[in-house]
């Protein structure tokens, strides 16, 4: 039995017994609820760094969480086998860190970031996008779909805390121009509407003074949401590098003339040296490979006072993460900024991916959001039929939001055609 967890962790959202034949644990069902649901497995199909589907070798949104979630899991084996914190009685379970990991990408809309940032700013008058808020909604509303309804997975406390990787309202985190136009905020926030859901995991409806600033409440993190946190920056840091070089961004040439215009410090140096040398000798992804047992390795736990540390275990430590480790890591991620993400031929596909969210989401506003219900009918009939049971604006955009956040990449674009294209679309054309 794991004394790490009591029946605060345990509570379900909304109150569902297990079978008593199920053998799996509260955890294990909620991974597995994940694991075949058809938001995840849409993920095979969104961009994580290249468009989905161009070359076999690049990774999706789908393989980027498989990755996430098992880098998640060996954190909690390596630090149950090494940290005197912990022993076989009392450990931080594997099983609900991997749901995590699996889960915290569910939310993301088709082309990336810029998808995200399109979404947000088209939402901002009704309580924005975010990713994280949308897996949120995903995972507590939307994962399965009935006619005219849908619903949640009856998440545990413990998993919604996990994936709740930011905890600031939308309307708290909105400022002022000095023209006096409010200036929404472009990230890291939950949806006003999932209050609640914040609610349930403070076990409060005030928030403690200790957290009465949005940038308090988004470091307020369970220690399964720090695993899968840097779980995922050792996945994207490490993995967007191997997937740049196989792309031909990254090169010995590209690398040599970056260094040249940086302010590197000696450690730097030599991992761009190392990084050169492995390049030059073909042996990058194993390199790499061994790279992601190097920052597991540099994890370690230290005790947490605070608010909730008397009511869970999950709040009465933190993960500490070895500096050379955290300074490796922040280097990678500036190497792809520089010679990936902002090369031309990222920026122009995302420019286009923005455009067309942006139509698109335009499209169903124009037709979809009527209290009335005018406009034409250009969504599918089960999206048509969650809309007409919403009685507010916001509400109905938000579903709109849903749907388009929804869509893969290809099948954003098939929309698109199908509305935009003279020469695309057909009648008997499957919707």
């Not at 999706?60 to 954190?75: D, M, P, Y």
Request: charged share 25%.
């Amino acid at each position: 039995m794991n004394t790490f967890y009591n029946d605060f962790d345990l509570e379900r959202f909304p109150n569902t017994p297990v079978a008593e034949s199920d053998y799996r644990n509260a955890f294990q069902i909620e991974r597995d609820r994940i694991i075949f649901s058809y938001p995840f497995r849409r993920l095979q199909s969104k961009t994580q760094v290249f468009q989905s589907g161009e070359y076999d070798f690049y990774r999706t949104r789908l393989t980027h969480s498989i990755e996430v979630a098992k880098i998640g899991r060996s954190i909690c084996e390596y630090l149950r086998a090494s940290s005197d914190q912990l022993n076989d009685s009392f450990y931080i379970d594997a099983d609900l860190t991997e749901a995590v990991g699996l889960a915290h990408d569910m939310g993301h809309p088709p082309f990336g970031h810029i998808g995200e940032r399109k979404l947000n700013e088209m939402m901002g008058p009704h309580g924005g996008f975010e990713g994280n808020g949308q897996t949120l909604r995903i995972l507590t509303e939307l994962i399965y779909e009935r006619p005219g309804a849908t619903k949640g997975i009856a998440p545990t406390r413990a998993f919604l805390d996990g994936v709740m990787k930011y905890k600031a309202l939308h309307s708290e985190c909105i400022g002022q121009n000095r023209d006096g136009t409010l200036n929404y905020p472009e990230h890291h926030f939950i949806y006003d509407e999932q209050v609640h859901w914040r609610r349930t995991i403070f076990d409060s409806k005030q928030v403690p003074e200790v957290l009465s600033s949005p940038t308090a409440l988004n470091d307020f993190k369970s220690i399964e949401c720090q695993i899968m946190d840097w779980a995922d920056d050792t996945a994207y840091s490490l993995n967007d590098i191997v997937d740049g070089i196989h792309a031909r961004y990254i090169n010995v040439g590209s690398l040599t003339e970056w260094a040249a215009s940086q302010t590197l410090n000696a450690p730097e140096s030599a991992l761009i040296d190392k990084l050169c040398q492995v390049i030059r000798e073909d042996r990058y992804e194993s390199h790499f490979g061994a790279r992601i047992g190097r920052f597991v390795h540099g994890c370690t736990l230290t005790k947490r006072d605070g608010f909730l540390s008397d009511r869970t275990n999950r709040h009465a430590f933190d993960l500490s993460i070895a500096a050379e480790v955290k300074a490796e890591s922040k280097l990678y991620k500036r190497i792809a900024l520089d010679l990936i993400f902002r090369s031309p031929q990222l920026q122009q596909i995302e420019f286009k991916g923005g455009h067309i969210l942006g139509k698109l989401f335009s499209a169903l506003c124009e037709h979809c959001a009527n209290e009335d219900g005018s406009g034409l009918r250009i969504l599918p009939v089960q999206v048509q039929e969650l809309i007409k049971h919403e009685t507010t604006t916001t509400a109905r955009h938000r579903r709109l939001c849903d749907f388009t956040a929804g869509l893969t990449d290809s099948l954003a674009v098939r929309t698109y055609k199908r509305l935009y294209d003279p020469d695309f679309g057909s009648i008997a054309e499957l919707l």
